[in-house]
């Protein structure tokens, strides 16, 4: 489900080499947990254990790997504390010639809008005999947006979906103002390998206005038409599109359609002929050119290689729009028809019958025609010459 690809050049856009990228949805993280308690947590060592259980409950988690330097790096993010939104946390040095500093910090008000500013305390620990204050920023690539209509958006599949669903992204409000000058309104999403785009459809812009989309930045992955879904070999495919704006009189909700289509996907047993696709809500944002002068250093918590923001240029700046899901998950499904396995005997010999009584009826046709026939013989086409004198 790896594959190695390199990323397009869009409009002299990235400068980034070819990546390995792995897609898999997870609906819950307890499988990865235990893989981590039970190999990376290996040795006895409780601090490690109870790192491994608490990342359950973590808002997001990233794995970066330097191949380098070999260090794999583990990174996870709780928006609220696991014990009715409080941490209780006993940090210890692993080894005592390492240096381990703590720190307690807050969102501030940045004096710049493209920066991220934090003050708080901190101290290392073994050094400091008390807390220091701090202030600290630097420009973030990513920004959320205020909530309001124009900056949020829902996910649904317009019914009936069949075999050609559409992915159906609805504003509330126009997205008629970005945040900065120079900014362009995007998607991106990420499709399984049951779901293809059909590239040759989405290079036509009439169609695209009709759905509202101005154009099609990229389009990775498996794209192959006719394959079904057991002999693709990729994880699937990505989709980066710039969203065309409504009209000035525009009023009401703006609706933006993305076109799917679905493989002949795998028989099942034990499931009345019906599978299940999902497929993840699409992130919607403003790409935006960073002001002249400003310096994109090292950000520790910005997230990088998410997919689509190595395809624009370094000093983009992504604000995000806001999703409002009806549920507590991020996914829409659909229910795909495909072979029964448990009523396939059945199919198996039925067909076998119509064809052997289809080849009885035609030999006994053709066996009429030679009874009907004086001699016992017909002749189809011009007679003979002979026959012809008399």
Same mark, same amino acid.
């Given at each position: 489900?790896?594959?190695?690809?390199?990323?397009?050049?869009l409009?002299?856009?990235v400068?980034?080499?070819?990546?390995w990228q792995?897609y898999q949805?997870?609906?819950?993280?307890?499988?990865?947990v235990?893989?981590?308690d039970q190999t990376v947590?290996?040795?006895p060592?409780?601090?490690?254990?109870?790192?491994?259980?608490?990342?359950?409950n973590?808002t997001?988690?990233?794995?970066?790997?330097?191949a380098?330097?070999?260090?794999?790096?583990?990174?996870?993010?709780w928006?609220?504390?696991?014990d009715q939104g409080?941490?209780?946390?006993?940090?210890?040095?692993?080894n005592p010639?390492?240096k381990?500093?703590?720190?307690?910090?807050?969102?501030e008000?940045?004096?710049?809008a493209e920066?991220?500013?934090l003050g708080?305390?901190?101290?290392?620990?073994?050094?400091?005999?008390?807390p220091?204050p701090?202030?600290?920023?630097?420009?973030?690539?990513?920004h959320?947006?205020?909530?309001s209509?124009?900056?949020?958006?829902?996910?649904?599949l317009?019914?009936?979906?069949?075999l050609?669903?559409?992915?159906?992204?609805?504003?509330?409000?126009? $997205? %008629?103002?970005?945040?900065a000058?120079?900014?362009? +309104?995007? /998607?991106?999403a990420? *499709?399984?390998? =049951?779901?293809?785009l059909?590239?040759?459809?989405?290079?036509?812009?009439?169609?695209?206005a009709?759905?509202?989309l101005?154009?099609v930045?990229?389009?990775?992955g498996?794209?192959?038409l006719?394959a079904?879904?057991w002999?693709?070999?990729?994880?699937g495919?990505?989709?980066?599109?710039?969203?065309?704006?409504?009209?000035v009189?525009?009023?009401?909700a703006w609706?933006v359609?993305?076109?799917?289509?679905?493989?002949?996907?795998?028989p099942?047993?034990?499931?009345?002929?019906?599978?299940?696709?999902?497929?993840?809500?699409?992130?919607?944002?403003w790409?935006?050119?960073?002001?002249?002068?400003l310096?994109?250093?090292?950000?520790?918590?910005?997230?990088q290689?998410l997919?689509?923001?190595v395809l624009?240029r $370094? %000093?983009?700046?992504f604000?995000?729009?806001?999703p +409002?899901? /009806?549920?507590?998950s *991020?996914?829409? =499904?659909?229910?795909?028809p495909v072979l029964d396995?448990?009523?396939?005997?059945w199919v198996?010999?039925?067909?076998?019958?119509?064809?052997?009584?289809?080849f009885?009826?035609i030999?006994?046709?053709?066996?009429?025609?030679?009874?009907?026939?004086?001699?016992?013989?017909?002749y189809?086409?011009?007679?003979k010459?002979?026959?012809?004198?008399?």
């Amino acid at each position: 489900m790896f594959y190695s690809r390199a990323i397009p050049d869009l409009d002299n856009r990235v400068s980034s080499p070819a990546r390995w990228q792995y897609y898999q949805l997870l609906e819950s993280l307890e499988g990865f947990v235990e893989y981590l308690d039970q190999t990376v947590c290996a040795a006895p060592n409780n601090e490690c254990h109870g790192r491994a259980s608490s990342s359950l409950n973590a808002t997001q988690i990233d794995l970066d790997y330097d191949a380098v330097s070999k260090i794999f790096i583990f990174t996870a993010f709780w928006h609220i504390g696991p014990d009715q939104g409080l941490w209780h946390e006993t940090i210890r040095r692993s080894n005592p010639r390492d240096k381990l500093e703590v720190g307690i910090l807050a969102n501030e008000k940045a004096t710049e809008a493209e920066e991220l500013s934090l003050g708080g305390l901190v101290m290392v620990v073994g050094e400091d005999d008390h807390p220091k204050p701090t202030l600290f920023s630097f420009p973030s690539r990513h920004h959320s947006m205020p909530s309001s209509p124009s900056s949020s958006y829902t996910v649904s599949l317009p019914p009936p979906t069949g075999l050609h669903p559409s992915l159906r992204l609805t504003f509330p409000s126009p $997205p %008629r103002s970005p945040p900065a000058p120079h900014c362009a +309104l995007h /998607t991106h999403a990420v *499709l399984p390998s =049951s779901l293809f785009l059909d590239k040759y459809q989405l290079s036509d812009p009439l169609f695209l206005a009709s759905k509202n989309l101005l154009a099609v930045r990229s389009i990775l992955g498996e794209t192959d038409l006719e394959a079904p879904d057991w002999v693709v070999e990729k994880w699937g495919s990505s989709l980066l599109a710039e969203i065309a704006m409504p009209d000035v009189g525009h009023s009401g909700a703006w609706e933006v359609d993305i076109p799917l289509h679905l493989r002949y996907l795998r028989p099942n047993a034990g499931r009345n002929g019906v599978a299940e696709v999902q497929i993840p809500w699409p992130v919607v944002f403003w790409a935006c050119q960073a002001p002249d002068g400003l310096k994109m250093t090292v950000n520790p918590f910005d997230r990088q290689h998410l997919g689509y923001d190595v395809l624009f240029r $370094p %000093r983009t700046m992504f604000y995000h729009l806001n999703p +409002l899901p /009806t549920s507590q998950s *991020l996914i829409e =499904s659909i229910r795909v028809p495909v072979l029964d396995l448990d009523g396939a005997k059945w199919v198996e010999a039925g067909t076998v019958v119509s064809v052997v009584l289809g080849f009885v009826w035609i030999c006994w046709t053709l066996w009429r025609v030679v009874l009907k026939s004086p001699d016992g013989i017909h002749y189809w086409g011009p007679a003979k010459e002979g026959k012809k004198r008399q």
